[in-house]
């Protein structure tokens, strides 16, 4: 079944007031990934575009890289964890099956007054988790949100499965939300899913399907596992598609589009993706040949690495793009 869910900013519409990222330290190059799984630099580098992600210490996990990220973000909208009325994390790794991941940034934060729970879009999370910040805003005055997307993958790659291992890292990042004089902030927002294609990405085992059993580990259920090549295709058959239109949705001439931020699945496929948009005038922004596909945090990561140098110009329209497991698109337009 395929669900959609279109909004647009009411009488305060909610922008985005600060952004924030966070990369762990350790640099993992080609070479270091690949020679487990049977290939090398320019094997990868050709396939994928990637030549190096950063993977989380050992003493770090998701929540503390969000945290980072969302810390990052109050900064820059010069706000503290007391003005934040709202936290989303999107990630498909959390610390721990329960708590919320959510509800241990709001403590690593401080933000006592925050409401706090995680969403799971898997790489589209971040856009889901956006939409569902702006709808929480549209109407309570002076309320923000923070909205994060974190994943650590490097803890649920199989080291000898070049379809993935080769293609993850880690990181955060995160947005502040929050009212926007009229005619900027985010103009609508699209999520898709689409449920018959399930069965593309996934980790078989730790869930009530399947627990994590001695066997289970043995055969590897642990891991996670993406049918690389089917995943691709989807994004090229239904993406560029849906991205018209929703432009067309939203009285959007894509010329008018000057920024897109899109998840960093993959370099090539970003290629093949930009060209099939059919925005004239955009920038298509890249971050996944220094990070790689870093999950719901791509969108995000990317995003405040175009903010901090200055790349987006007040009042340029940004299409926001991510596409992953379920499988979820999620599209959010956004006047700077």
Known sequence: MRTVITGRAGPA????????????????GNDDVGRPAGVDHEWILGRTGIRTRRWAAPTEATSDLAATAGSRA??????????????????STPDHPQPPTATLVQAKLGATGATAFDLNAVCSGFVFALGTAERFLAGREGSRALVIGADVYSRILNPTDRRTTILFGDGAGAVVAGAVPHGSGVLAHRLISNGDHADLIGVPGGGSRAPLTVDAITAGDQYFTMKGRAVRDYVATHVPGLVRQFLADSGVDPAQVRHVVPHQANGRMLDDLAADLGLPQAIVHRTVDR??????????????????????????????????????????????
């Open 13 to 28: 519409p909610a922008g985005i007031l600060g952004t924030g990222s966070y990369l762990p330290e350790r640099e993992v």
């Open 74 to 91: 109050l900064e820059q909208a010069g706000l503290t964890a007391a003005d934040i009325d709202l936290i989303v994390v999107a990630t």
């Open 291 to 336: 990070f790689g596909n870093t999950g719901a945090a791509s969108v995000p990561i990317t995003l405040d690495a175009a903010v901090r140098a200055g790349q987006i110009e007040r009042g340029e329209l940004v299409l926001l793009v991510a596409f992953g497991g379920g499988m979820a698109v999620g599209m959010s337009l956004v006047r700077w």
